[in-house]
């Protein structure tokens, strides 16, 4: 079984950061066998896909509403993935979820909130403009 856990969550005015953080732990478990996303999901609306991430951190992917903006990595050592949001829009708030899963690859897969086996509970992010 794999937890995840996200912080950095919070109340910010349109144009600033934060970076959210997602710890991962579990019983016989690699982090750095499995590929991270971060999901968003506004009130009245569905959970959609902001950025993934491989294993290995070669490869990352993101919604075209958060490119140039958003930026996921990851530690391995750390057991850590990140998710660094600069320049921050209104449009951006929701509850944003991290998700783990050892098979997904490529930008399809790793964009479907389905193919992910592992989620954390959420963090609330409120951009007021």
């Known amino acids: 079984q794999v937890q995840l856990v996200e912080s950095g969550g919070g109340v910010v005015q349109a144009g600033d950061s934060l970076r959210l953080s997602c710890a991962a732990s579990?019983?016989?478990?690699?982090?750095?066998?499995?590929?991270m996303g971060w999901f968003r999901q506004a009130p009245g609306k569905e959970r959609e896909f902001v950025a993934g991430?491989?294993?290995?951190?070669?490869?990352?992917y993101y919604a075209d509403s958060v490119k140039g903006r958003f930026t996921i990595s990851r530690d391995n050592a750390k057991n850590t993935v990140y998710l660094q949001m600069n320049s921050l829009k209104p449009e951006d708030t929701g509850v944003y979820y991290c998700?783990?899963?050892?098979?997904?690859?490529?930008?399809?897969?790793?964009?479907?909130?389905?193919?992910?086996?592992?989620w954390g509970q959420g963090t609330q992010v409120t951009v007021s403009s």
């Open positions: 998700a783990a899963d050892i098979r997904v690859h490529g930008p399809i897969s790793m964009a479907r909130p389905d193919a992910y086996d592992y």
């Open positions: 579990g019983r016989n478990f690699a982090f750095s066998d499995y590929a």
């Open positions: 991430i491989t294993w290995s951190g070669d490869s990352t």
